[in-house]
């Protein structure tokens, strides 16, 4: 396919910063050609769903914006572009030693993004980057490339922050994620990370979506999904809309809504295993501290009861666990990125958690009924049936069968962890209590509601989640 590219208005309009108009051969690739270089670069970018944007007509797609967050600030990523480009590991060594082995450090090294650096000032920037060490014409080109990539996504960067562009999910970059992944295995080598411990890509980017907001959001066990049950799973669809600027179309994936059944003790623990990992792969806490408050939960939960107290349920646990996030949003100021100095910003407020009384009360023993009470509810119960044998007169011309035609239409007792709550919906349905207290099997297939049984909510969240 032969493309007539204009790349005067790259990116950011109204700055000149390449050559005018070239024919170029283009599928799916980023085709870019340098003032100061008279021969044309043709790459393929190894970035998942990115591709540069040239005066609103896109190569092959349209790049995620907050993707891209995540490609700057990636050294991982920025070592395997710099790989695929041919810069040699002493240049990459080089590059890490200064603290600039990102593409947001090595964008503004030697000029602003938009401003075409000259071969004087590339040159000089790499005799000051290795003194004493001249670059061939096949590193200097390389790095030509790499620097001009690192401004390309900067400058795209800037264009969408400034378009408003919002994407969901929010991703982290492969090449960081197997980074990460690699070091944690090495620091954690007691627990196997495979199989039903091994956390989803998806509960990954909602822990990065955390950071790239800043803001501390509750994540369900429900939705801590293995990677095998992510595989298995279909995959998120994707719709046109239209932008933040409501002139042009962008098809954006739409998140991911797959849940798993927590009904077992097993299935919950593993899920709260598997966010307790994502978690600290992407740097929200570390594993030993969040590891301790799961199991201090489920101590408390396995404990058996005090006489004349109930055991504490799932559906508390699950309470507990929810309003633990929501005093980490309360407690929790500044900045969720962690730093080597500081650790993990989320550590010292989950330490607090064991002694946070607005938490440990969704954890306490709910009394039982006394015999009293319950020897009194055995005769209430007796007492209505001598009622209807006064009342079988006035009935005697009814047909037999119509006996006990409203019986079957009678629900089952609201269990005591959801006394208080509502059984049906104003419109007269039933509502799922499995659903509500997390044990129901028959997810999408179950002949009852599955909606928050909270008299006045009917919301599609359930009773646990409830805000």
């Not at 090595?106 to 000051?128: K, M, Y």
């Not at 046109?240 to 077992?264: F, R």
């Not at 501290?289 to 199991?295: G, S």
Request: one cysteine or more.
């Amino acid at each position: 396919m032969r493309l007539t590219a204009t790349f005067s208005s790259c990116v950011l309009h109204g700055k000149r910063f390449l050559s005018e108009s070239h024919p170029v051969a283009c599928n799916s690739m980023l085709c870019y050609s340098l003032t100061s270089v008279s021969f044309i670069y043709m790459s393929k970018i190894p970035f998942r769903n990115f591709e540069t944007e040239f005066d609103g007509r896109a190569l092959g797609g349209r790049c995620e914006a907050m993707a891209l967050s995540s490609i700057l600030d990636s050294e991982a990523t920025f070592v395997q572009q710099a790989q695929e480009v041919g810069l040699g590991e002493p240049w990459i060594d080089a590059l890490r030693t200064n603290s600039l082995a990102t593409f947001a450090k090595l964008s503004f090294a030697i000029t602003s993004p938009g401003t075409v650096a000259s071969d004087e000032q590339i040159n000089r920037f790499l005799n000051t980057l290795r003194g004493g060490v001249a670059a061939t014409i096949a590193e200097t080109s390389a790095f030509k490339r790499l620097l001009f990539e690192s401004q390309t996504l900067m400058m795209h960067r800037f264009k969408s922050v400034a378009r408003g562009d919002e994407v969901t999910p929010k991703r982290m970059a492969p090449p960081e994620r197997e980074a990460r992944l690699a070091r944690q295995k090495q620091q954690l080598r007691g627990l196997d990370i495979s199989g039903p411990t091994e956390p989803s890509y998806g509960l990954y980017d909602l822990c990065t979506s955390m950071i790239e907001k800043n803001e501390i959001s509750y994540i369900s066990p429900s939705k801590c999904l293995s990677r095998q049950q992510e595989l298995v799973g279909s995959k998120p669809e994707k719709e046109i809309q239209l932008d933040a600027s409501k002139t042009a179309l962008v098809i954006k994936e739409q998140p991911s809504v797959a849940e798993i059944n927590i009904s077992s003790d097993l299935a919950l623990y593993q899920a709260l295993v598997r966010r307790t990992l994502a978690m600290d792969l992407t740097g929200l806490a570390t594993f030993e501290v969040m590891k301790r408050w799961v199991d201090r939960m489920f101590e408390i939960y396995s404990q058996s009861p005090a006489p004349g107290f109930s055991k504490v349920s799932q559906a508390q646990l699950l309470r507990a666990d929810r309003q633990s996030f929501i005093r980490l949003s309360e407690m929790f100021t500044g900045s969720l990125k962690a730093t080597t100095t500081a650790g993990y910003p989320l550590d010292p407020h989950i330490e607090k958690l064991y002694t946070d009384v607005s938490v440990t009360y969704y954890m306490l023993p709910i009394p039982t009924s006394s015999q009293s009470s319950s020897s009194s509810d055995k005769t209430d119960k007796k007492r209505p049936e001598a009622a209807p044998k006064a009342a079988a007169p006035a009935n005697k011309f009814l047909k037999s069968g119509t006996k006990g035609k409203g019986k079957g239409k009678k629900r089952e007792p609201v269990p005591q962890a959801l006394k208080g709550m509502h059984s049906r919906t104003p419109q007269g349905d039933a509502i799922c209590f499995g659903y509500n207290l997390g044990t129901c099997k028959h997810g999408s297939s179950c002949q009852r509601k599955h909606v928050c049984a909270v008299p006045g909510c009917y919301k599609n969240h359930p009773q646990t989640e409830h805000q």
